[in-house]
C-alpha cells in the first residue's frame, strides 16, 4: 500500500512540476477551497489554534483566518513538485529577495556556527535550500511515514550543498560538531518532540505549550549565533527572510530561553500568519494538565450521525 501511495504522490509532484508555479499554486487554492466545506481533522485544528492564538479578532475575521490558512497549506504541497523535482537553477531563481543574510554571513567569517530556527511557516524546505548556498550546512532529517518517499526528498533537501543527518545520538553529535566548527545548522524550533524529556512548557501566542529544548541547549553548548528564518509565499516565488533572535535565547535558564525562542517564532508568524502551518496540534502541554486543547475534537470526530 505504502508503494502504491508513494508512486501516485511522486506522479501527482510531477505532474505539478511541469506546470507553471502560478498553476500550481492555484490549483492548490481550488483543492483547499473543495477541502474546506467538507471539514476534516485540519480544519478542526486549525480553526482551534486560530481561535487560541487571536481571541482578539472576531469570530467572522478568525474563520476567514483559518480558510486563508488551509489555502495555503495546499499552496505549499502544490509547489513542492518545483522545490524538490525541478532543476537547482531554477529553484533558486524562485528566491526574488532575500533580507537578513548580512548577519549570518558576516557571523560566519569570524568563525563562529549559526543556528537557525526555522519555524513551519511559508516553505520551510526554501530556507533549508538557502543555507546551502550561505555556507556548509548540517540539518536534522526524519524519514517520511511512506518510506518510498525518502530517496526523493533527501535528494531534493541536499542538491544545494546542504547535508542531511539523522535524528539519532550520532546525528545530533554530528550536528553539533558541525556548528561547534563554525558552520550552519538548521532546527525546527515549534515541533514537539514524542520524548517528555526533550522539552518544556513554554508560552506560544500566549498559549502554555510543549516546546523542544534541543535549540537551546545546542545554542549554550556551540556559542552559536541563533537567527530566525523562513520562506515567505509571493506571487512568482519567495521571500526569504532572516530575523537576528532576542538575547534572552542565550539565557542558562530554559524556560527563559523558551520563552524568548517562542517570541521569534511569533515574530516570524506576524509576517504571513496566515502561511504558518496551524493545522499542527502546537497547544499540547506534557505532561498533561487537565483535558487538552483538543480532546473535544476527538470526541466530535468518534460521534456517531444521527
Known amino acids: 500500500m505504502d508503494t502504491l501511495k508513494a ?68 499552496e505549499l504541497a502544490a509547489e513542492m513538485g518545483h522545490v524538490w523535482l525541478r532543476p537547482w537553477d531554477y529553484v533558486q531563481s524562485l528566491i526574488l529577495e532575500v533580507e537578513g ?15 537557525v530556527l526555522a519555524p513551519h511557516l511559508g516553505n520551510w524546505e526554501i530556507i533549508g535550500l538557502h543555507l546551502g548556498l550561505l555556507g556548509d550546512t548540517v540539518s536534522l ?11 526523493m526528498i533527501e535528494t531534493g533537501r541536499q542538491r544545494s550543498g546542504a547535508t542531511l543527518v539523522p535524528t539519532d545520538g550520532r546525528g545530533l553529535a554530528r550536528l553539533l560538531r558541525s556548528v561547534k566548527q563554525g558552520n550552519i545548522s538548521g532546527i525546527l524550533p515549534d515541533q514537539a518532540p514524542r520524548d517528555i524529556n526533550s522539552g518544556e512548557n513554554a508560552s506560544f501566542m500566549g498559549i502554555n505549550c510543549f516546546t523542544p529544548t534541543l535549540a537551546s541547549n545546542m545554542i549554550r553548548r556551540t556559542g552559536a549565533l541563533a537567527v530566525f528564518g523562513f520562506a515567505q509565499r509571493i506571487p512568482g516565488g519567495f521571500t526569504v527572510r532572516y530575523l537576528p533572535a532576542d538575547e534572552a535565547i542565550y539565557d542558562a535558564d530554559d524556560h527563559t530561553s523558551l520563552a524568548a525562542l517562542n517570541v521569534g517564532v511569533e515574530r516570524c508568524v506576524e509576517h504571513c500568519c496566515e502561511q ?30 444521527r
Not at 293 to 298: G, R
Open 141 to 151: 532529517y526524519e524519514p517520511p511515514a511512506i518510506a518510498g518517499l525518502g530517496p
Open 276 to 305: 504558518y502551518q496551524w493545522e499542527y496540534k502546537r497547544f499540547r502541554v506534557r505532561p498533561a494538565d487537565g483535558p487538552g486543547v483538543y480532546d473535544d475534537l476527538k470526541k466530535k470526530r468518534r460521534r456517531k450521525p
Open 7 to 74: 508512486g501516485l504522490i511522486k506522479a501527482l509532484l510531477h505532474m505539478m512540476a511541469l506546470l507553471p508555479l502560478s498553476t500550481a499554486r492555484w490549483l492548490g487554492r481550488m483543492a483547499g477551497s473543495l477541502y474546506w466545506p467538507v471539514g476534516g481533522r485540519s480544519r478542526a485544528v486549525t480553526q482551534r489554534n486560530i481561535d487560541l492564538a487571536y481571541p482578539s479578532l472576531g469570530a467572522d475575521e478568525r474563520k476567514k483566518l483559518a480558510r486563508r490558512s488551509i489555502l495555503a497549506t495546499a
Open 101 to 115: 543574510d548580512q548577519q549570518i554571513t558576516e557571523c560566519l567569517a569570524t568563525g563562529r556556527g549559526v543556528i
